[in-house]
């Protein structure tokens, strides 16, 4: 596994992130595999962790508290999000209000069974959200809650706006083969010394077809997010088949080498529900594409 800066922070994070979101925090998904998971990414040397109060209704942070018992975690980045929490029916809430954020802090340090966090995250504030906090976390670090703060945002605006506030140590962007338009972005945040995160880095799988993905019930979960919430990307992922007919390198390894082979990222946040897919991901960290795949993939992302 490779390292590299998180931003300004004086933190090293792994290049690759584990994501506890999803289905691998639902109670639907065996917690032994889950926490086999986590256990498994230790080992192959992942540092930073991934999480939200709100994520797999509320089931995700105590999920991942529970991977983490007996470890020492004083190496890693446990990064959650503050801003919004599971109420009830399927349905997510959002309280941005100062006292909110501060009892998330405090109830995902209880969740996770840490004193302190790596990185707490505004999780899809506005720019208005995100100026009337910054006081709140700048006191969180003060009082030793977290060693970063920062937001998870798929607006770049706010991104942008972000990236001039001294306050913020680090932004969480969508950023894959389908979303090379954020590079850019990426670069100003990193040259103003910011920790960037690419979230969903795998493109959610949207470059694969949802017949070939289906192996189990919990991929009818995930290609029915797909359809629902994420057509586009399917559609526009049709471009990039060919990723999953290489010879020398999966889908997912080329897509997540593309990703990391932009210099200004900190770490590729990916999640998984297979020890197999776990070690064929982690396995790329280090990984160049040939300069002929990156010409293909350049002139998919041209179409």
């Known amino acids: 596994m490779r ?21 691998w925090g ?5 917690e032994g595999a889950a926490l086999a998971l986590v256990h498994q990414a230790l080992d192959l040397g992942v540092t930073l962790f991934d999480t939200g109060s709100s994520y797999s209704a509320g089931e995700a942070e105590p999920r991942l508290g529970r991977a983490l018992e007996g470890r020492n975690t004083d190496s890693l980045i446990l990064a959650t999000k503050a ?43 506005s720019i208005h ?5 910054l006081e709140t976390l700048a006191r969180l670090k003060t009082r030793g809650l977290t060693r970063a703060v920062g937001l998870n945002s798929f607006d ?9 506030l001294a306050d913020i140590d680090v932004v969480m962007i969508d950023y894959n083969v ?26 959610m799988g949207n470059t694969r077809s949802l017949l070939s993905r289906i192996r189990a019930p919990r991929d009818l979960w995930y290609a029915a997010r797909a359809l629902t919430k994420h ?57 160049s594409l ?6 293909r993939i350049a002139a998919a992302q041209a179409r």
């Open 83 to 125: 801003g919004t929490f599971h109420a009830g029916g399927g349905r997510i809430a959002r309280d941005m209000s100062p006292q909110a954020i501060v009892r998330s802090a405090e109830r995902s340090l209880q969740n996770l069974g840490v004193e302190t966090l790596g990185l707490l995250q505004l999780h899809g504030p």
């Open 231 to 287: 057509h586009r990307d399917v559609v526009k992922g049709s471009r990039f088949r060919f990723l999953h007919d290489l010879p020398d390198i999966t889908g997912s390894q080329a897509a997540l080498a593309w990703v990391l082979a932009n210099p200004h990222l900190s770490t590729a946040v990916f999640g998984a529900t297979r020890l197999t897919h776990l070690r064929e991901n982690i396995a790329v960290s280090g990984v």
């Open 156 to 164: 770049p605006q706010v991104i942008e706006h972000a990236i001039g």
């Open 26 to 30: 639902k109670p639907a998904f065996d």
């Open 178 to 203: 389908l979303r090379h338009e954020r590079e850019p972005l990426i670069e100003r945040a990193a040259v103003a010394g910011k920790g960037v995160l690419a979230g969903m880095p795998l493109a």
């Open 290 to 295: 040939s300069d002929g795949l990156r010409e």
């Open 3 to 23: 390292y590299r800066p998180l931003g300004s922070t004086g933190l090293s994070v792994s290049e690759l992130g584990f994501g506890c979101a999803s289905w």
């Open 129 to 133: 959200e995100l100026d009337g906090l």
